[in-house]
C-alpha cells in the first residue's frame, strides 16, 4: 500500500510539472504582453551617464551596477518564461488573476488523469460512485472554466478601455495593453479548454478499463 502511495505521488508529481512547463511554453509562444517590464539596461546607461557627467568615480559606478541583482536566478526565470513577468509587474489584479486560474484548471486535468490510473487502488479509500462524481464533475469544471474565464478578461479587459475614455491623454496606451489581455485570456482560455478536453478524452479511457 506504501509502495502504491508512492508511486501515485511520484507520478503526480511528474504530471503536474509536465503540465506546467507546457503551460508556460504556451503563453511565451502567445507572445505575452509585457506591458510592466522595465528597460533595466536603458535606465542603467542613463544613470551611469547622469552619475559621470557629476564628475563621480566610473570605476566605483561599474563595481555599484554590477552589483546589481538583475541578473539573478529570480530575473532569469521571469526573462524565460514571461508569464510570471507579466504578473508580477501588472498593476491590475483581475487579469492575472483569472490567468492563473485558467493554469490551474490545466494543472488539475492533469492531477485527474495521474489519479486515474490508479482508480481501482482508490477504490479501496472511496466508493465507486464517490469516485465517479469526483472525476465527473472536477474534469468538466476543469474543461468549461478556461473559455468562461477567457471571456470575462475580454469583458472586463474592454470595460477598462471604456472607463479611461475621460482620459484622452493615455487612452492610447491603456488600449493598446487592455486590448492584448482581451484577446490572450479569449486565446488561452480556448487552447485551455482543447487541452482538458484532450485529457478528458484519456481519464474517461482509464476510467473505462
Known amino acids: 500500500m506504501r509502495y502504491t502511495n508512492i508511486k501515485i505521488l511520484i507520478r503526480t508529481v511528474l504530471y503536474l510539472s509536465i503540465a506546467t512547463v507546457v503551460f508556460l511554453n504556451i503563453v511565451n ?18 544613470i551611469k551617464e547622469h552619475l559621470i557627467s557629476m564628475d563621480n568615480n566610473e570605476a566605483i559606478l561599474n563595481e555599484i551596477i554590477g552589483a546589481t541583482p538583475s541578473s539573478n536566478y529570480l530575473s532569469e526565470f521571469k526573462d524565460k518564461f514571461v508569464f510570471f513577468d507579466y504578473i508580477f509587474n501588472n498593476n491590475n489584479i483581475v487579469v492575472p488573476l483569472l490567468y492563473i486560474i485558467t493554469m490551474l484548471t490545466f494543472l488539475l486535468q492533469a492531477t485527474l488523469l495521474s489519479l486515474s490510473n490508479y482508480y481501482k487502488e482508490l477504490g479501496q479509500f472511496w466508493s465507486e460512485k464517490e469516485l465517479d462524481s469526483f472525476f465527473l464533475y472536477s474534469s468538466e469544471w476543469a474543461i468549461n472554466a478556461p473559455p468562461v474565464l477567457g471571456v470575462v478578461g475580454t469583458i472586463f479587459s474592454f470595460g477598462m478601455v471604456v472607463s479611461n475614455l475621460s482620459d484622452m491623454s493615455s487612452l492610447s496606451t491603456v488600449f493598446k495593453d487592455n486590448f492584448a489581455n482581451a484577446a490572450l485570456t479569449t486565446i488561452i482560455g480556448g487552447s485551455i479548454y482543447v487541452l482538458n478536453l484532450l485529457l478528458n478524452i484519456f481519464i474517461a479511457k482509464n476510467l473505462s478499463k
Open 29 to 46: 509562444l502567445m507572445q505575452f504582453p509585457t506591458n510592466g517590464v522595465k528597460d533595466n539596461t536603458k535606465q542603467t546607461e542613463l
